[in-house]
């Protein structure tokens, strides 16, 4: 993708008629129709959101609760052996073998940068000895954080009509996940070269096209799946104003995306003090 697509003016005419911001928990804001919902929110206080409590598939954006809890209870330097079950992972893969070997930290990698299923697959296993138990261990953390409208039904994402969250969830788990040093490097990477036991070298690209591209994006995660459609987590910087955005099934989530975090850091700007005297 052109990173100048991501920045053109001519976005701003499909949004013409917006009305300012509202609050988050009261009517929708001004990109209603982007996508079926989304949650936005500047330096942790909510800004606009649609929909933010309907339960949607989230897709990939699921392996961000999969990597809180490997950086929880996981020591980043163990390394794994890949199971015939992960190496049999549909979806987006690294490719790993059955018996290949490959520390957490570059299976971390591989599935939060690339959403490689494989790698996460390996990691549940990792941490709680089957998928079904790391699923366990999932619901429960949900549950202990207050993400009242999610329910996990696999570690990485896939469509199952049990598996559910809403935008204004997923906002609060992508802050948390982002409070690990480690985590919140890792998303803002454009790109790692891992190595797995035996030397062999992975190139891992981040999904994420707005790293590298949109000015002050440092992260976070990509989804998608048939049902889920175009999702997306991200969160830029700039000065002391951090924006964090969640979209679900938005069918063009890099312009909506830019769209809004421009209009968010344009809405939110500090006043200049006027150098005249009064």
């Known amino acids: 993708m052109n990173p100048a697509r991501l920045l053109v003016p001519a976005v701003y005419l499909l949004f013409a008629a917006w009305a300012g911001p509202a609050r988050a928990d009261a009517l929708a804001g ?5 996508s079926n919902a989304y949650f936005v929110s500047v330096n942790g206080t909510p800004l606009w959101a649609h929909q933010p409590e309907q339960s949607l598939p989230p897709a990939s954006l699921t392996k961000i609760m999969t990597a809180l809890l490997v950086l929880e209870h996981g020591n980043l330097q163990r390394v794994v052996r890949i199971s015939p079950a992960a190496s049999r992972e549909s979806g987006s893969r690294l490719g790993l073998k059955p018996g290949e070997k490959m520390r957490v930290a570059e299976l971390l990698a591989a599935a939060i940068l690339q959403s490689a299923n494989d790698a996460c697959h390996a990691l549940a296993e990792h941490v709680a000895a089957s998928e079904q138990a790391f699923v366990a261990l999932m619901n429960r953390r949900a549950s202990e954080l207050g993400l009242h409208d999610t329910r996990f039904a696999n570690a990485c994402g ?13 906002a609060r788990l992508a802050e948390l996940a982002l409070r690990h040093p480690g985590f919140a490097r890792l998303v803002a990477q454009v790109e790692v070269d891992v190595l797995d036991t035996a030397g062999r070298r992975h190139r891992l690209i981040n999904s994420n096209q707005l790293i590298g591209r949109y000015p002050g994006a440092i992260g976070v995660k990509t989804g998608y799946t048939r049902q889920a459609g175009k999702c997306l987590i991200a969160l830029a910087v700039r000065g002391e104003r951090r924006v964090l955005l969640v979209l679900l099934n938005a069918p063009d989530r890099w312009w909506t995306a830019s769209a809004m975090l421009d209009r968010a850091f344009a809405e939110t700007a500090p006043v200049q003090a006027s150098s005249h005297a009064p």
């Open 30 to 34: 001004p990109f209603a129709a982007a």
């Open 158 to 170: 896939h469509d199952h009509p049990a598996h559910r969250s809403s935008a204004r969830d997923l």
